[in-house]
């Protein structure tokens, strides 16, 4: 079972009182770019892994979506979602290393920051691409590889000021523990080169790959996420399952 | 027109004194990983972009390829490689910023290395993607952004002696001058998903990326290579031309 930092009650405290926690997809820097790799969601069947708060499936609601089905580990999460009105979302406790989906049940999967603390991200996979239905779409975002590798993941500023992120054990794959918000968090980091191969062997055709970067307008109102332009602390990708189911 | 910077005899003389300049593939770490990645060549129809002194020419036809086309700027590689036997290997000289190639005469394109001296990398796709046969293979390596990107380049060494790759400036592309085996070279940086989103939509599906790692062998007989773990210094791709061939 994966870890479940988010019902621990030092980790969901701060976590609540993030931006993105209060102001919901508004308050998180990468939404814009994560809804540009999203199809209209109007009419689709969704399913999202690691909802959370539920606020990706409230928009996607809001968007005409046919229905949507959040999965979250977090009971704390999954009971402040429901907590929330919102006919035709289903929020369901699932534990992503090992859940299971109907076959060719849905148009798009939708994953924000949690495939990261999955350690069998090739079972995901093929768990994901069996649920979707053939042309079916597949957006997820993870902390970016540069920004999870370094055994010490952090600015580091030299002697003329200059800001640099330093890399180390970028090819060595595993887990990593760091002490965002609370002590002991572990994440799973893969060299972007696997991500996108486990996706591609899954079945997977690999459409779009982003790595964040903040516009200019973001940078004009919060000046402070010039330092998101020296290294990507979010990676995006977009695959698809082939519209031609294969012959048994 | 690119830089031509092979044909400086600063750079040359540099180069040419490089493993990779006198024992050819098997000097180069990454051989072993771009061969993995490419199909059986016997019989195919190749061409081999920034082809130097034409290791790779030679070497696809030894292993049967039907013919081969190299292609490079520099006018002192191709006379070194015109200057070993090659029966069916075609040098020319050729800008990679603006060449053309007949449409669907090849069944294989491969560079090594040579792709970031090239500005108009969307162009370079599209060009290759059109000499490509349906169902054609593109087989090419590049530095790694990671390794690219800094605004120098270099390993960075901490108090406690830590080893670290110090990035910045990771999402604002465009030329980096380095002073690599000479003065002034002109490299064009681009993010991993810049490069991948390019050959998405020049028409290729792709079906493998890989960030070059040492195996474990290598290591072994070269110890220095360890440090390879730290940060990725090539980027290895391998993309497929549709095996339909649209309709006008």
């Known amino acids: 079972m994966a870890q479940n930092i988010y019902d621990r009650t030092d980790f969901f405290a701060f976590y609540s009182q993030l931006r ?7 308050g998180a820097v990468e939404w814009p770019s994560v809804r540009s790799l999203l ?3 109007a009419g689709l069947r969704i399913v999202d892994l690691g909802c959370g708060f539920g606020w990706f499936c409230r928009w996607a609601k809001e968007q005409g979506a046919a229905e949507v089905l959040g999965l979250d580990m977090s009971e704390k999460m ?3 979602a429901r907590s ?5 979302i289903r929020y369901e406790v699932s534990d992503l290393e090992r859940f299971e989906l109907s076959p060719t049940r849905f148009d798009l999967a939708y994953s924000s920051l949690a495939l990261h603390y999955v350690e069998n991200l090739a079972q995901l996979f093929a768990t994901v691409h069996g649920a979707l239905a053939p042309g079916g779409c597949f957006v997820f975002s993870i902390e970016h590889p540069i920004y999870m590798a370094p055994s010490r993941p952090g600015w580091s500023v030299d002697a003329e000021g200059r800001r ?3 890399v180390d054990g970028y090819l060595i794959e595993g887990p990593r523990t760091t002490d965002w918000l609370a002590k002991g968090v572990v994440k799973h980091h893969r060299t972007l080169g696997t991500t996108l191969n ?10 779009h790959v ?4 903040p516009s200019d307008e973001q940078i004009a ?18 695959g698809r399952r082939s519209t031609m189911l294969k012959s048994a």
Request: charged share 30%.
């Open 20 to 26: 993105r926690s209060i102001d919901g997809l508004d």
């Open 39 to 41: 199809p209209d969601v």
């Open 78 to 80: 999954l009971s402040r």
């Open 84 to 88: 929330w009105p919102g006919a035709g």
């Open 164 to 166: 640099t992120w330093p």
């Open 198 to 207: 486990l996706l591609i062997r899954s079945g997977f055709q690999v459409e």
């Open 210 to 213: 982003e790595e964040f970067c």
């Open 221 to 238: 109102m919060r000046p402070e996420l010039v330092e998101e332009l020296d290294r990507p602390m979010f990676l995006l990708v977009r």
